[in-house]
């Protein structure tokens, strides 16, 4: 009798450990893949995560989430998208530059992107309004912003003649966007220098040249690597004493003049409501692609300041923020 007492016993108090483990099995699963560190994504994820509490979602009690880091290494960016899909998660949400891993990867797993200047331009969704396949998200618009980059740049600094665009030429969409931004410069009746920097050790020769070139302004246009080394080159457009435009606030936050973009936090808690509905049997092709519809503009004072730029009182009066 003392036996089968213990085995009862036992069998109680395994039961509940159990039935947790089974419910934990149970929860869906979402792949996060991202270009950066756990450290330079920390926003991003908070994002994600506040747009799925706003879901209803618990992480690690009613949802549970994978992370994968490239560390900024894009050759890491398949492997990691192999491990997510290895683990059959539900929903894999890559944004920015882990998206083209994520797509190559699989085309079962249903993906939901943010961070994604021109998704139809980029051959991600064939239109916005029913994507189709298995990819949807929310677009950035970093593509059609780029002449009002241009615009609020020459209204800071209303003798600027000449203007160099800092570009990674291995960017999926780098033809279009040189283009818009000539023509964009060309009605300002700016002198456009296009200045290509593929690898983060060519970013101070870059900078080097602009300064040779006497630009006398320089607008980033967004690239991964870009914003993964975004400290590093908001310091040095301040040494080289050059007025820069960004894509993002970090670059402003980091020391850099100007920026212009869509609410980036914004986008992401947007796109969680994506994963909701796939996770509660909607199909990815069935659901538009989002538009951003916040957009903000950044500028820091005391980096105007250091250039010995006084920023018109009409540029102060349109920013969202500045940081004096």
Same mark, same amino acid.
């Given at each position: ?26 929860? *869906? ?51 990691? /998208? ?84 800092? /570009? ?31 690898? *983060?050790?060519?970013?101070?020769? /870059? ?102 730029? *006084? ?14």
């Amino acid at each position: 009798m003392r036996v089968i007492g213990l085995i009862l016993a036992l069998s109680l108090t395994l039961a509940p450990l159990a039935a947790s483990a089974q419910q934990l099995a149970r929860l *869906p699963r979402v792949g996060y893949l991202t270009f950066g560190t756990q450290a330079s994504t920390q926003e991003d994820v908070e994002a994600l995560r506040q747009g799925l509490r706003e879901q209803g979602y618990i992480e690690g009690k009613t949802i549970a989430i994978e992370y994968r880091f490239a560390d900024g290494r894009e050759e890491r960016l398949p492997v990691l /998208a192999a491990e997510l899909v290895g683990l059959k998660v539900d929903v894999i949400f890559a944004p920015g530059p882990a998206l083209p891993a994520a797509m190559n990867t699989t085309k079962t797993i249903p993906i939901v992107f943010a961070a994604i200047a021109d998704p139809v331009g980029y051959g991600v969704v064939p239109n916005l309004a029913r994507p189709g396949g298995h990819i949807t998200g929310v677009s950035y618009m970093g593509v059609e912003l780029n002449p009002k980059r241009l615009e609020l740049l020459k209204a800071a600094i209303p003798r600027l003649k000449r203007v160099a665009a800092l /570009a990674n030429p291995t960017h999926v969409a780098y033809q279009r966007l040189v283009k818009e931004l000539a023509d964009a410069a060309k009605r300002l009746g700016l002198e456009l220098q296009v200045v290509d920097v593929r690898e *983060p050790e060519a970013l101070e020769g /870059a900078f080097s040249a602009m300064t040779k070139e006497h630009v006398g302004a320089a607008i980033v246009i967004q690239h991964g690597m870009f914003l993964f080394h975004q400290t590093r080159i908001a310091e040095l457009a301040l040494k080289s004493r050059l007025p820069t435009m960004y894509e993002t606030r970090q670059f402003v936050q980091a020391g850099g003049l100007m920026s212009y973009a869509a609410n980036r936090a914004d986008t992401f808690r947007r796109a969680a409501v994506h994963v909701d509905k796939i996770l509660k049997g909607a199909k990815p092709g069935d659901l538009p692609v989002e538009q951003p519809i916040k957009f903000e503009l950044f500028i820091n004072l005391k980096t105007g300041k250091a250039l010995g730029l *006084p920023i018109p009182q009409s540029v102060l009066l349109r920013a969202d923020q500045v940081i004096e």
